[in-house]
C-alpha cells in the first residue's frame, strides 16, 4: 500500500491515471508502463502497508462509514 498524496501534483503522467487506480492494485498496470529507476525508488519511499489478499473487501456507505457484516442485533 502506497501513499501517494503528496506526488499527485508531480506525476508526470497527470493526477487521472493516479486516482484511476485509487485504492486499487496497480501493480500489473505500473509494471505495464515504462517507468524509470528513480520512479521506482521512489515508489519504494511511499510504502506505508501491506494488504491481505484473502481480507474481504468493506466499502464505505453513503454516510462514509464502512458496514460491519456482523450481526449487531442484541
Known amino acids: 500500500m502506497l501513499d501517494v498524496s503528496q506526488y499527485i501534483d508531480e506525476h ?3 493526477e ?3 486516482f484511476k487506480y ?3 492494485d496497480c501493480t500489473e498496470a505500473f509494471q505495464k508502463q515504462d517507468h524509470s529507476v ?3 525508488e521512489l515508489l ?3 510504502k506505508i502497508g ?3 489478499p484473502e ?3 468493506k466499502y464505505p ?3 462514509g462509514n464502512v458496514d460491519n457484516d456482523e450481526d449487531e442485533s442484541d
Open 12 to 14: 508526470p503522467g497527470g
Open 16 to 18: 487521472n491515471i493516479i
Open 22 to 24: 485509487a485504492g486499487r
Open 38 to 40: 528513480y520512479a521506482k
Open 44 to 46: 519504494a519511499g511511499l
Open 50 to 52: 501491506e494488504v491481505d
Open 55 to 57: 481480507a474481504p473487501i
Open 61 to 63: 456507505n453513503d454516510e
